[in-house]
């Protein structure tokens, strides 16, 4: 068994790696993956400048399509592991970022700081604390909300994250409905894109990511433990309350930090986790570390989708993953209630 | 067998087992627990018993650090709970709660081992000493063929013993269980008591242990606890603690309380209670009974209405103690006395009095013999008799045949039926 789930994480890095391939040469300037791989060990000095590919090709590469691909990476990662940590905190499988509004709370906090500043649309140390300062705000007021009795319902659960979200959608609309020409960008940025973001957005997320993900991976056993529910890890030996606050602190930082540089991305949070524990099992010293492999692998797909489908034009990234997820969604959604009657 | 685990979280010399002492605890408005003073010592297996609402979950919680106490402290193996870290306390005190919801999934030696998570450095995983402590906790409770399944698919019975399981290989002095046995067949209830209680002897362990099943309670521990409005009303060996006032003032009902023919343990019957007879009306019927075949027969007469009279019984069989507690007019001499030429001849004028004399097959010996003598003179004096006949006259004769030969005598002159039922009709 734990064979296998070593397996699993190897054979999600070699996925990894061969969807970042593929999807950094995938455009109208195509670039072959041998090329590809000439040129980035040319960069990182393992090679010399490789003969017969055009200088515009390692342009293309470097400050296009890598920069995008990375920060697919890192808001994957992000959204898949924010996730997984609220899924064993409400434990309950329907919990994601998007669904129980904490991207919302996120985007509200990213859009008001815009507004207010009229500055861009990503990065930006202002942007992120506000979307960091949202997400806290619903993911604690949420989770308060939900939690009746020893587990968070799955009904109190999405019905508190509905109303939640669609109250901050309708402040968000009123603060779109005051902003004049900005009205326009901020809509894609709403609706979830990866694009034309550049190393700046990899650079104001990444590393919130990192430790984010970090901070998640030292959590590992306490999760496992709160999903037992919250009395029942205390009589285990978790200091339930504050393991708590971490953990929803660091799922908030995390859709934070992917919100801020990519707006409303929904049901990777959702579905991943969800896929790997058919594969790898509950445990989360197996779910973690390839929930944050995994989601970059969605994350990467679907933006390449969203930029193909109807290329030269793009569609967002968060119609691709909610054109994905919602049919999943409504599968869960169907198959938890037979087992409640079960 | 026999060996105690040294247990190196235990302050030298300090007190082990739980204590509670004058512990008052709610949940905000009036308090569920009032003042409870409660010690369990180790090798103890202590049954905690009450009526729903009485505290008993509440009082589980306080020891497990779930619910601090308004006033009062709590004491766990020498050390107060509430002043430790989670982890330190829950290497002192385990508990097995009532009902174990379910998870994301996990299988069952996933869940068995998150019982070592006190035990292990914050960062390390299981080593080899814990999956092996882990798989002994799952043999002890009987899981361990389940060890790949995943819990949340196993029957409410089979998630309650993983759970017993995980509790079981936290390896604290303390262990708290609350109603164990709830979702559990017969067959498994007594193999996880049993384990339970080679447990506290073999390794010290103080177990307290919420019961709703009183007989359960009565069987399995040394010593019973008994909660009601939050506080303690009793205190001791199972015989003092369940009596017939216990359970009509605790729990409201009427139940018989017995003790048990193997060990002396009391045995509650609840069911409609035995109520004192009262005559309405109906004709007079005299029961002649012995070793307990005449008590179903008096009930049964009693309630539809007879006047019932029974003899001659011998005090304290159970046809004594039946007809005792239905206030029946009867005649009783000494037990395994043989019946006095007084006691039979009150016998008969009893019978002459009878509409109906109703004589059950009880195994008859020289010391009740004079029974069937009486029925036969009554019957000869025209008396009616039923005989109620489940088990023939032969197998119960301890007379030499003389016992067979008025019962045959008797059968001549009787209505013989095989049923309690027939009697009434």
Same mark, same amino acid.
């Given at each position: 068994m734990n064979r296998r789930r070593g397996l699993v994480l190897g054979g999600l890095l070699l996925a990894l790696a061969a969807a970042v391939i593929v999807a950094v040469g995938v455009g109208t300037v195509p670039i072959r993956p041998w090329d590809t791989l000439r040129l980035v060990a040319w960069k990182l000095g393992l090679?010399?400048?490789?003969?017969?590919?055009?200088e515009s090709t390692a342009v293309i590469l470097f400050e296009l399509r890598v920069p995008r691909v990375a920060l697919g990476v890192v808001v994957g990662a992000a959204l898949a592991v924010s996730g997984t940590l609220f899924q064993a905190l409400f434990r309950n499988?329907?919990?994601?970022p998007a669904i129980i509004g904490v991207s919302s709370g996120a985007a509200l906090g990213a859009i008001a700081v815009i507004l207010a500043? $009229? #500055?861009?649309?990503? $990065? #930006?140390l202002a942007v992120s604390a506000a979307a960091f300062a949202g997400a806290v705000v619903v993911a604690f007021g949420v989770y308060r909300l939900a939690r009746i009795g020893p587990a968070v319902q799955v009904a109190t659960l999405l019905l508190a994250g509905i109303a939640v979200a669609s109250v901050l959608s309708s402040v968000i609309t009123m603060l779109m409905a005051s902003s004049g020409e900005q009205i326009r960008s901020i809509y894609f940025w709403l609706l979830g894109g990866l694009q034309a973001r550049g190393w700046d957005a990899v650079a104001a997320s990444g590393p919130l990511v990192v430790v984010g993900v970090a901070v998640a991976l030292l959590e590992i056993r306490d999760l496992n433990l709160v999903s037992l529910g919250e009395e029942r890890a205390a009589q285990l030996g978790l200091e339930v309350e504050r393991f708590k606050r971490t953990s929803l602190g660091v799922g908030a930082l995390l859709a934070a930090a992917a919100v801020s540089v990519a707006g409303v991305i929904g049901f990777v949070g959702l579905m991943t986790p969800h896929i790997l524990r058919l594969v790898v099992g509950a445990d989360h010293r197996h779910l973690l570390p390839a929930s944050v492999v995994a989601g970059a692998i969605l994350m990467v797909l679907a933006d390449l989708a969203a930029r193909t489908i109807v290329a030269p034009e793009e569609i967002p990234v968060g119609a691709v993953t909610a054109l994905l997820g919602g049919p999943f969604f409504l599968y869960l959604l169907r198959r938890q209630r037979g087992a409640v009657r079960a | 067998m026999g060996r105690s685990v040294p247990d190196g979280s235990r302050a030298p010399g300090a007190p082990a087992g739980l204590r509670l002492r004058a512990v008052t605890a709610g949940y905000g408005g009036a308090p569920v627990l009032r003042g409870v003073d409660l010690t369990v010592r180790p090798r103890e297996v202590v049954g905690l018993i009450g009526p729903n609402g009485s505290g008993k979950t509440t009082l589980v919680r306080v020891a497990s650090r779930a619910l601090r106490p308004r006033s009062g402290s709590v004491d766990v193996a020498g050390r107060d709970p509430y002043v430790l870290s989670a982890r330190h306390a829950a290497r002192l005190v385990a508990v097995v709660p009532q009902d174990a919801p379910a998870t994301l999934g996990f299988t069952a030696l996933e869940v068995v081992l998150m019982g070592r998570s006190a035990h292990l450095s914050p960062w390390g995983g299981g080593g080899p000493e814990d999956y092996r402590r882990a798989r002994e906790a799952m043999e002890a409770a009987g899981v361990h063929h389940l060890a790949d399944r995943d819990v949340d698919r196993l029957s409410g019975g089979e998630r309650q013993r993983v759970v017993l399981a995980q509790a079981l290989c936290q390896d604290a002095p303390v262990l708290l269980l609350d109603e164990p046995t709830t979702h559990l067949d017969p067959g498994h209830v007594v193999a996880i008591l049993e384990v339970v209680r080679t447990l506290a002897r073999d390794r010290d362990r103080a177990v307290l242990a919420v019961f709703h099943d009183l007989n359960l309670a009565s069987a399995s521990c040394d010593r019973l606890v008994a909660l009601d409005g939050g506080r303690i009303v009793a205190d001791g060996p199972p015989d003092e603690v369940i009596t017939r006032s216990f359970l009509h003032e605790a729990y409201g009902v009427e139940a018989d309380v017995y003790p048990h023919a193997v060990t002396g343990r009391p045995v509650v019957v609840l069911g409609p209670p035995l109520r004192p007879f009262r005559a309405r009306g109906l004709p007079r019927a005299h029961v002649v009974g012995g070793a307990g075949r005449g008590a179903p027969v008096m009930r049964a007469l009693a309630e539809a209405g007879y006047e019932v009279t029974a003899g001659v019984l011998h005090a304290t069989d159970t046809d004594a103690v039946v007809a005792e507690r239905l206030n029946l007019e009867r005649i009783t001499v000494p037990p395994f006395s043989e019946i006095d030429a007084q006691a039979a001849q009150e016998c008969v004028a009893m019978m002459r009095r009878a509409a109906v004399v109703v004589v059950c097959d009880a195994p008859y010996g020289p010391g009740n013999l004079a029974n069937l003598e009486a029925a036969v003179r009554a019957a000869e004096e025209g008396v009616a008799v039923v005989l109620l006949e489940q088990v023939p006259a032969r197998e119960r004769d301890f007379t030499g045949g003389r016992a067979t030969e008025l019962w045959e005598r008797l059968a001549g002159r009787a209505r013989v039926v095989r049923s309690f039922e027939e009697v009434l009709a």
């Open positions: 090679a010399a400048r490789p003969v017969g590919v055009p499988p329907m919990a994601d500043t $009229g #500055g861009a649309l990503s $990065g #930006g | -």
